[in-house]
């Protein structure tokens, strides 16, 4: 079978959904082919259902650690059951996929099952899983492949040896764990995994934990989660992993010193790399960058002008909602409508541990390397009336500034829901609002925003609650 279309989408995942949602909104007969998961890893083993995991394992920390300060008395044991936790996850998880399939009905978008390769610049083959294959021809694509875990050299997945797929996807828990890298995945599953009772430990090559974060950032989480009683091992590398079928055991060195963590579990959590193998890219003339990702222009275009790539597989943000946003971008440039081009520093950050952490822009030491008359105010949650309600005081907002002009340059937060507290300065820097217009914005009372008010407010001269 063969069908012709105005705009093909390949892979269905955030980026990938929402490129075909807006290519049918401005009129073109749209396609997507997705091979395996429709909604993408973030739908269906990553940021949905692992927030799930994470709110179950706040309930966990609360009646293990904080009963007592909130008056919650228990008689005989209080026990957890991971399992479901895990159903309840899946449940989530699956509500939202069947979402995606409403979405692609309401619009009117055809909808390919199988693995799709590019037989030319202006075709793909979609191979089904029955064995047959559906010809697809267009005058546009949008590639939105996405990406797979980045693995240690040498290593491979199996039983124990598992990256956040298996992990996600697993009803049953070790006792012990070894997690490979300390940014967004690896804290996330760090929290999960020892509130239910599971040994673990981080490894992080860097100095620090979640280190594309702010130094301070990093420094309180790091803080917090030894005060959990999770072991952290920084600047450490790993230099093996075998899996002798009960357990693993992982080599790591730190300053010439080798030593062997031996657990049930390791969880390699040190990054992603895009996926271009396997989809017939060079019969398209699509061109990969040094680091092998989709090498694209600020509207998403690759060096074949009605080709575009969006998400991870073009390396630049390896976020969803970054996905989202180049897929809007693709699709409007195709029809030739207003648009925008991303910068991608401002683009927010949000990671899900506990306490959370949420991040725009420039870090202090980025922002003064760039030059910039630096300006920084922190506002600590410990002098938030919300946060005290929440019994979670903790944390702190961090602005940064150019101080000759006013304008945002970054801001960095730990702590309580942080993650829902930047669109108001991501909103400002991208309309140049200098930091005496947000101070003259209204917050209600009590809230945590008013950490983000008065944080502005210092920079702007008149700090109030501190």
């Known amino acids: 079978m063969s069908e012709h279309f105005d705009v093909v989408v390949l892979g269905a995942g955030p980026g990938g959904y929402t490129a075909a949602v807006r290519a049918a909104q401005l009129g073109y007969d749209t396609a997507v082919i997705e091979e395996r998961y429709w909604g993408g890893v973030c739908l269906n083993v990553g940021c ?102 980045k693995l240690l050299p040498g290593t491979q997945r199996s039983q124990n040896v598992v990256t956040y797929e298996e992990q996600i996807l697993a009803e049953e828990l070790p006792d012990s764990i070894v997690v490979a890298g300390a940014g967004a995945i690896g804290v996330e599953f760090a929290y999960v995994l020892h509130n239910y009772g599971v040994k673990v430990t981080i490894v992080e090559f860097a100095d620090r934990m979640v280190p594309a974060e702010d130094e301070e950032v990093s420094a309180e989480l790091a803080r917090r989660y030894r005060k959990l009683g999770v072991d952290v091992l920084t600047s450490t590398k790993v230099e093996s992993i075998e899996d002798n079928g009960t357990g693993v055991r992982v080599t790591v060195s730190k300053e010439g010193q080798q030593q062997v963590l031996e657990a049930d579990k390791v ?107 630096v300006q920084v105010q922190k506002f600590p949650f410990t002098a938030n009336g919300k946060a005290h309600g929440l019994a979670e005081p903790v944390g702190f907002v961090k602005v940064i500034a150019d101080s000759e002009h006013g304008e945002f340059l970054g801001a960095h937060l730990i702590g309580p829901e942080v993650t829902e507290l930047l669109p108001e300065l991501t909103l400002a820097q991208q309309w140049d609002l200098t930091v005496h217009e947000v101070a003259r914005n209204v917050h209600a009372h009590p809230t945590l925003g008013e950490a983000v008010k008065e944080a502005v407010h210092g920079l702007a001269g008149h700090m109030i609650n501190m």
């Open 48 to 149: 949905i259902p692992s927030k799930a995991l994470l709110r179950n394992a706040e309930l966990a920390h609360l009646f293990t650690s904080e009963a007592k300060t909130f008056g919650i008395q228990t008689t005989g044991d209080v026990t957890f059951d991971y399992g479901a936790a895990y159903q309840r996850s899946r449940k989530v998880a699956d509500g939202r996929v069947k979402g995606i399939h409403y979405l692609m009905k309401k619009n009117a978008i055809a909808q390919f099952n199988g693995r799709g390769s590019f037989t030319g610049p202006n075709s793909i083959d979609v191979r089904r899983a029955d064995g047959e294959t559906d010809t697809v021809t267009f005058d546009h694509c949008i590639i939105a492949s996405g990406a797979s875990p």
């Open 267 to 373: 969880l390699q959590a040190m990054g992603f790399v895009p996926n271009v193998e396997g989809f017939g890219l060079e019969n398209a003339g699509v061109r990969l960058t040094e680091r092998g990702a989709i090498d694209v222009d600020g509207r998403g275009r690759t060096n074949v002008g009605h080709i575009f790539a969006i998400g991870d597989v073009t390396a630049k943000l390896m976020l969803a909602h970054a996905a989202e946003s180049m897929a809007m971008i693709a699709a409007e440039t195709i029809a030739d409508a207003e648009t925008m081009e991303l910068d991608f520093r401002m683009i927010p950050r949000a990671t899900y541990c506990q306490p959370q952490i949420a991040s725009f822009g420039l870090t202090e030491q980025e922002a003064r390397d760039a030059g910039h008359d």
